[in-house]
């Protein structure tokens, strides 16, 4: 799912995104998905369970608690947010390197 607004600094673009990894968002999915959010200027926070935290805090991440098969909403707001959800989309789609 993929729903682009306009936004006062670029777009705002958000996407349902599964989590398929075994371990669900643990400390390495979490650092990785930190690293690639800062690549972008965009801002960009997730949301679970009626939580939202920002997508460039490790910390915040791991407190969504999202285990394997969870569903969480991932929020880019910015001139790069469509750039900055598909990095992050991918890092998903790929188990974030796991098995």
């Not at 673009?13 to 400390?27: C, F, K, P, Y």
Request: avoid cysteine; hydrophobic fraction near 40%; proline fraction near 2%.
């Amino acid at each position: 799912m993929d729903s682009t607004n306009l936004h006062p600094e670029g777009q705002s673009v958000d996407r349902i995104l599964l989590v398929q990894n075994q371990m669900g968002i643990h400390a390495r999915p979490a650092a990785m998905i930190v690293r690639t959010a800062n690549k972008f200027e965009s801002e960009v926070y997730f949301e679970k369970d009626d939580e939202q935290v920002n997508g460039k805090s490790i910390m915040g991440l791991m407190m969504l608690a999202a285990g394997k098969d969870s569903n969480i909403k991932a929020i880019a707001s910015g001139n790069d947010a469509v750039q900055a959800l598909d990095a992050i989309e991918k890092l998903f789609a790929t188990k974030f390197d796991e098995k």
